[in-house]
């Protein structure tokens, strides 16, 4: 895991100017949040609060949430992510159409400007992952990497949370598979 965020971070100091960098940009702090949530700082970005879960042991899909603060003075531009534990990975998005809430593919990705927070959260962006490899469990941990057009891969392993939420309501992921979306 740490060789590939130090290749995540190399790659940042590539593709941003000195001054986004941190002095030490190779080094990975972990330290709480403000609210309590885990914080993780890679060079010129930090990633907030970031968990996955899935709807149930026998769940073929589950989901990442998190947030990707830029702290640089270039835009970000996230174009997607993948997981060893999921055949596929995509970013996605949640919207309403024809009474049901449904999540389409972010295939242009995500832009996030300088000094700015895009947040992946539940009933709105978030990361898929899709044809889940192995159940996602309360205290496992998930690896996932984030793929930056311009400033390269960064992994981390993401804490599974299935306790977080409660009751959902009916979603329904494009091509047709229904899931459940617990409330907030």
């Known amino acids: 895991m740490i060789r590939t965020m ?24 972990v330290r709480p949040g403000s609210a309590g949530e885990a914080v993780v700082e890679l060079g010129p970005i930090t990633i907030h609060d970031p968990y996955a879960r899935a709807s ?9 949430f998190l947030g990707v603060e830029n702290r640089s003075d270039r835009e970000l531009h996230l174009v997607g992510a993948r997981s ?11 919207i309403m159409k ?3 809430m449904r999540m389409v593919h972010l295939e242009d990705g995500v832009r996030i400007a300088p000094g700015e927070t895009h947040w992946f959260k539940r009933g709105g962006d978030h990361i898929m992952l899709m044809g889940l490899k192995r ?12 793929v930056f057009e311009k400033a390269g891969e960064i992994g981390l392993d993401v804490p ?9 309501t009916k979603m329904e992921h494009e091509g047709g598979t229904k899931m459940r979306r617990p409330a907030e």
């Not at 000195?18 to 080094?27: E, N, Q, T, V, Y």
């Not at 060893?84 to 949640?94: R, S």
């Not at 996602?136 to 990497?145: A, C, F, I």
């Not at 599974?160 to 959902?168: L, S, T």
């Open 6 to 29: 130090i290749r995540g971070v190399m790659a940042l100091a590539l593709a941003l100017p000195p001054s986004a960098i941190l002095a030490d940009g190779m080094k990975e702090t």
């Open 56 to 64: 149930g042991r026998l769940a073929q899909m589950g989901g990442a």
């Open 84 to 94: 060893d534990v999921a055949k596929k990975t995509q970013l996605h998005t949640t």
């Open 98 to 100: 024809d009474g049901v």
């Open 135 to 146: 159940p996602l469990e309360t205290g496992d941990k998930v690896h996932l990497v984030l």
């Open 160 to 168: 599974v949370d299935n306790e977080r939420g409660g009751p959902g």
